[in-house]
């Protein structure tokens, strides 16, 4: 029989969602899984949105424009005007959720056997994207104990070669929550313009930020050549099934090569982007926004508090998203203490799953000892995870001894 292509035999899978199998085991045991593995929020999507699909005036489904729906290009360009960024109906492309505008950003920026830059750690599907184009994922190794931002520009400068096409990375990030200042961000713009490199903003959580301000490769001055922005409603109007993102670039060229891979892929959704028209055309919207960022705001405080209670956990208060890094020395192998919670253990009934860490780095070895947490779920649900996580690991760590002292 034929083999089936190296590219896809190589990919891992993604550590958000290959242990599911497992919570549904545990859920047909009648355990009660508390899902932080994976950043669905439980918060409802706007009314103005599904009001916007329910409502929407179309006899025959037909193909949407390539480019996105005209009325759905000008909602979002006067969003990004909104937020200071004057943009034209040139400088944007509907895609199929963030997904694809970072798929296709790649595909843009990369040659097979070209290599692109990411901060580690980081979301995997940068990797498995990089892995079916050909590309070589360079990780930029970040610390937990700084909180997860750069490392000096002279650092990342040393891993720049002559195949180094493009920097990519999200902010405020997947999976650490950590948001780049003005200053990285301008550094970061310097170094593309110096190496004559594309810069490729993953920004689907900026609206969610807590500390500050969230600073756009947008608003970088002298980048019009070199950034590429990738966004997605999913995270900002709790909509991850409607698949609907952009890309957005003022490089004409960049944006022709972009055309072609819309009009190959046909077309994105047509009832989901008449749902957004109708959200942005909402006078409210603004605040329904808001009311979410302060909600995760809220969840993000709660939950560090709970997480203050783990011995020896080791995480940094994350400035934007709903995700979380932790660092425990009660583990070495992140993937096998998730399965171990889902497998074996479960308090009054109920156990937690979360993500390891492992699977968010490119070297090898490292994040075995971390898990990133989303903190999607009401307050009370997140205190009483961790409350179970925290019972989970003393158990785990115990068991651990005694199979040790038992083989000895």
Not at 53 to 69: F, T
Not at 323 to 339: A, N
Request: aromatic residues 8%.
């Amino acid at each position: 029989m034929r083999n089936v292509s190296e590219r896809t035999s190589a990919l891992k899978g993604s550590p958000i969602r290959r242990l599911v199998p497992l919570a549904v085991a545990a859920k047909k045991r009648g355990i009660q899984v508390y899902h932080l593995n994976i950043g669905q929020p439980d918060i409802p999507t706007p009314h103005s949105f599904m009001q916007g699909v329910r409502e929407a005036k179309i006899d025959v489904l037909s193909y949407a424009p390539a480019p996105g729906i005209p009325a759905t290009i000008d909602a979002l360009l006067d969003f990004y005007a909104d937020m200071g960024v004057q943009l034209t109906d040139k400088d944007l492309r509907v895609t199929i959720g963030g997904s694809e505008a970072f798929a296709f950003a790649l595909q843009t920026a990369c040659n097979p056997g070209d290599e692109v830059l990411i901060p580690e750690p980081f979301y995997p599907n940068y990797a498995g994207h990089a892995l079916m184009n050909g590309i070589k994922v360079v990780p930029i190794t970040t610390r937990i104990e700084d909180g997860f931002h750069l490392p000096p520009m002279e650092e990342i400068e040393k891993l720049i070669s002559p195949k180094t096409a493009a920097i990519l990375f999200s902010t405020p990030g997947n999976p650490t929550g950590v948001a780049y200042t003005r200053e990285e961000m301008m550094a970061i713009g310097n170094l593309a313009r110096k190496h004559d490199l594309f810069v490729i903003s993953d920004e689907p959580y900026r609206e969610l930020m807590y500390e500050g301000h969230a600073t756009s490769i947008l608003e970088i001055p002298g980048l019009d050549e070199h950034a590429i922005l990738v966004d997605s409603i999913s995270k900002r109007l709790s909509a991850c099934g409607a698949r609907i993102g952009c890309i957005v670039t003022r490089n004409r060229d960049f944006m022709t090569s972009i055309d072609k891979l819309c009009m190959i892929r046909l077309s994105a959704p047509t009832f989901e982007q008449l749902g957004l028209v109708a959200f942005l055309k909402d006078p409210n919207y603004k605040s329904e926004i808001e009311q979410m960022r302060q909600k995760f705001h809220s969840r993000r405080d709660t939950l560090f508090e709970a997480l203050k209670t783990i011995p020896g956990a080791v995480c940094r208060k994350p400035e934007g998203a709903f995700y979380i890094f932790v660092k425990l020395p009660q583990i070495d192998d992140s993937e096998e203490f998730v399965k171990f919670m889902l497998n074996e253990f479960d308090l009054a009934g109920e156990t937690t799953m979360v993500a390891p860490g492992a699977g968010f780095y490119a070297t090898p070895g490292v994040g075995h000892d971390e898990i990133r947490i989303a903190y999607v779920l009401e307050e009370p649900k997140l205190v009483r995870a961790v409350e179970i996580l925290k019972a989970g690991l003393e158990t785990y760590a115990r068991t651990r001894q005694q199979v040790a002292a038992a083989a000895n």
